[in-house]
Each structure stands twice: as C-alpha cells, then as structure tokens.
C-alpha cells in the first residue's frame, strides 16, 4: 500500500510536469505570431552569432527587420545589443551596426552596447543606453519563438517593450525548429522559476 502510495504520487507529479511543458509549448508558440507594429522610440534588436566581422543569417534577418522598422518610421533609432560570444572577436552589436551603416543606416540612429552575453543582459544594458539617450518605448526584435521569453525579461528589466519578430527566419524545417524550440521551453520554464524562487 505504502509503494502504490508513492506511484500515485509520482504519477501525478510526472501529469502536472507533461501539462506545464505542453501549456508552455503552446504559449511560446502561439505568442511567436504576435506582432505589434506600433510607432516607438527605438528598436531593440538581440544579439546572436556573428562569422567574422559578418553577421550569422539569424542576425541578418534581426538587423534586416530593423531597418524596415526604422525606413518605415515606426522607430527612430536602433540599439544593437551583444557582446563578444561563442569566442567571436567582434562584439555582435559592432557587426550589426556596421551592417546597418553599409545598408545607408545613418550612424547617429545607431546605438550599441558591446558588453552583453545572455538576453537578459540585452535588456539590462540596452536600458541604460535608453536612459542615457532619452528613449522610453521600444519595439523588440528578435526571432518568433525567442519573443515570448525575450518579452517577459524586458518587463523585468522595466522597459516598455513590444514585439516586432522578424517575418522570416533561419530555422524552418524540423531538423532547424525542434532544437530551437525544445531550447526555448526549457529556458523560458527555468527563468520563470528562477524568479517565482526570487
């Protein structure tokens, strides 16, 4: 009787963990497609890999739907986070603006901070140049799964963010999405209570 005990347990243990996973999966996937496309003071794109002194396709496709937001004059500037990761030599937001400027960007539209390594310190960051520069709302850009989690750290970080994902990305396909959006489950349940702890 005692064993059966601990097995109904642990079978509802293991019910409510498949549920959260799948309540999550479902969230960050329906949220991927949200956009509010409104007028703000700057964009706010996230790092990632950079090849070289170029762009991974991934940020070309985040630095590309920047500058549509700002030629269409929904932003009026753009703040390029992230530093220098996976052992790049170039900080991430240095390649961005430069691929920006080589795009007729021009240059004083253009802010970086060239110290973060996770998205959390994207925001923290990219806050303080905000701050510095009189810029209040924002509009994230990012990759459609990585929204919902990106979103919920901007808020934590007290910024007034709205999404922007890119209209296309890099990772199509079964082999490209499931890793990248197993990954994004799995952190967006951590940080959450990582601060539901704090």
Known sequence: MFRNHWKRILLVLTCVQVILIVATATSIWTYASESELIEADAAIVLGTKVIGNEPSPVLEQRIRHAIDLYEAGYVKKIIFTGGMTDGAEIAESVVSRDFAIRQHVPEEDILIETRSLV??????????????????????????????????????AGIDAHTSPTPSTEFTGVTNIAPFFAREVVCYMAYVAMHAVI
């Open 119 to 156: 998205t959390e310190e994207n925001f923290l960051f990219a806050g303080e140049i905000a701050e510095d520069n009189g810029l209040s709302s924002f509009l994230v850009v990012s990759d459609p799964l990585h929204m919902k989690r990106a979103l919920l750290m901007a808020e934590h």
